[in-house]
C-alpha cells in the first residue's frame, strides 16, 4: 500500500512554518535537513519537521495541503501544537 504525507517543517526558533507533500517522509525530510535544494526551507532553515499526516491517496494528500496552506499562522500553529505541543522534530522520533 502506498503512503503520502502531508509533513510541516519549522525552523528552531520556529518562526516560519513550510506545508508540502511527499511519498517518502524520511527522504524528503532527510533534503530539507541537506539544504541541498534551494528554495524556502533552505532560506529560513526550516529544518524541523513538526508535523505529519499519512493518507492512501496522493489526491487526498494533496487536497489537505491546500487546505492546510489557506490556514492562518494561528490554525497552523494549533494543528501543530495538538499533535506536538512542545514543537519537537518528529524526524528525530522516527529514526
Same mark, same amino acid.
Given at each position: 500500500?502506498? *503512503?503520502?504525507?502531508?509533513?510541516?517543517?519549522?525552523?528552531?526558533?520556529?518562526?516560519?512554518?513550510?506545508? &508540502?507533500?511527499?511519498?517518502?517522509?524520511? *527522504?524528503?525530510?532527510? *533534503?530539507?535537513?541537506?539544504?541541498?535544494?534551494? &528554495?524556502?526551507?533552505?532560506?529560513?532553515?526550516?529544518?524541523?519537521?513538526?508535523?505529519?499526516?499519512?493518507?492512501?491517496?496522493?489526491? *487526498?494528500?494533496?487536497?489537505?495541503?491546500?487546505?492546510?496552506?489557506?490556514?492562518?499562522?494561528a490554525k497552523k500553529n494549533a494543528l501543530v501544537?495538538?499533535?506536538?505541543?512542545?514543537?519537537?522534530?518528529?524526524?528525530?522520533?522516527?529514526?
Amino acid at each position: 500500500m502506498k *503512503q503520502y504525507w502531508l509533513y510541516m517543517m519549522s525552523n528552531c526558533w520556529h518562526t516560519v512554518l513550510y506545508t &508540502g507533500v511527499s511519498n517518502s517522509l524520511e *527522504q524528503r525530510v532527510a *533534503q530539507h535537513k541537506s539544504g541541498r535544494f534551494p &528554495g524556502f526551507t533552505k532560506q529560513y532553515n526550516a529544518t524541523e519537521l513538526v508535523y505529519c499526516e499519512e493518507f492512501s491517496e496522493i489526491d *487526498q494528500a494533496i487536497r489537505r495541503e491546500k487546505q492546510v496552506k489557506g490556514w492562518s499562522r494561528a490554525k497552523k500553529n494549533a494543528l501543530v501544537e495538538a499533535l506536538n505541543p512542545e514543537w519537537k522534530d518528529l524526524a528525530d522520533c522516527r529514526a
